[in-house]
């Protein structure tokens, strides 16, 4: 399994409350990818990475930020967290953009009340 | 609008018979053809890929056909084993350009024995 580490696995917050999610990867990937997953929606990206303090949105960036201070951590932050926002979220990694699989992460289930 | 599509949200196989998963997709220049499975609170595992300088890739049980002309692909799955039920996800990717891999919403496939 490629060394991708999720934190927390699940959590449950407040409507309001900002939350940061964590990816944490072993495999020297240049390229770092958060997605979530609805039902009916598949999977959709976020924000992905493609070095350090590289970022670019993806088709469902609104209301999420991210970073990437070091090659092997990406964070997801969720400004004021949203009932819309209750979802699992998958932080995925790939050594390059194109022309490869992307390795996933275990998920990360957020439910916000 | 939805660049790679997966009609079907759930399939039903008998053990032991084919089971064929569709995808569709509206962006003639995806040139690299990824499917993914996933089990219930796991993340999304990579099968197989296909290029389209190849209309054949196969892989164990697992074979995935891609018709260009017609933006279309299909994974089969022969013989089906029961631990084959999980939702498969058909993504697509450029060869060029800067996109990561775009996901369609998933089949579920049930094998029952």
């Known amino acids: 399994d490629a060394g991708i580490t999720q934190s927390p696995r699940h959590k449950v917050t407040e409507t309001g409350t900002p939350v940061t999610l964590r990816c944490h990867q072993t495999?020297?990937?240049?390229?770092m990818y958060w997605y979530r997953q609805d039902p009916g929606h598949g999977l959709r990206l976020i924000h992905y990475?493609?070095?350090?303090?590289?970022?670019d949105k993806g088709e469902v960036s609104d209301g999420y930020s991210v970073s990437r201070s070091k090659t092997e951590d990406f964070l997801l932050t969720l400004e004021s967290a949203t009932s819309s926002q209750t979802s699992v979220y998958f932080c995925?990694?790939?050594?390059?953009?194109?022309?490869?699989?992307?390795?996933f992460g275990q998920g990360t289930r957020l439910t916000v009340v | 609008d939805q660049q790679v599509k997966q009609n079907s949200p759930s399939l039903s196989v008998q053990e032991g018979r084919i089971s064929i998963l569709n995808c569709d997709y509206t962006?003639?220049?995806?040139?690299?053809f990824l499917w993914y499975k996933k089990y219930p609170a796991e993340g999304p595992t990579f099968l197989i890929s296909?290029?389209?300088?190849?209309d054949k890739n196969e892989d164990g049980r697992f074979t995935v056909f891609l018709n260009k002309s017609a933006k279309h692909l299909s994974l089969h799955i022969v013989p089906s084993q029961p631990g084959d039920s999980a939702v498969y996800f058909c993504?697509?990717?450029?060869?060029?350009?800067?996109?990561?891999?775009?996901f369609g919403k998933g089949t579920r496939l049930s094998v029952i024995a």
């Open positions: 995925a990694i790939s050594e390059f953009l194109r022309g490869t699989e992307a390795f």
């Open positions: 495999e020297n990937h240049r390229y």
């Open positions: 990475s493609y070095g350090v303090k590289d970022t």
């Open positions: 962006n003639s220049m995806f040139d690299y």
């Open positions: 296909i290029s389209s300088i190849k």
């Open positions: 993504a697509a990717n450029l060869l060029s350009g800067n996109t990561p891999l775009v």
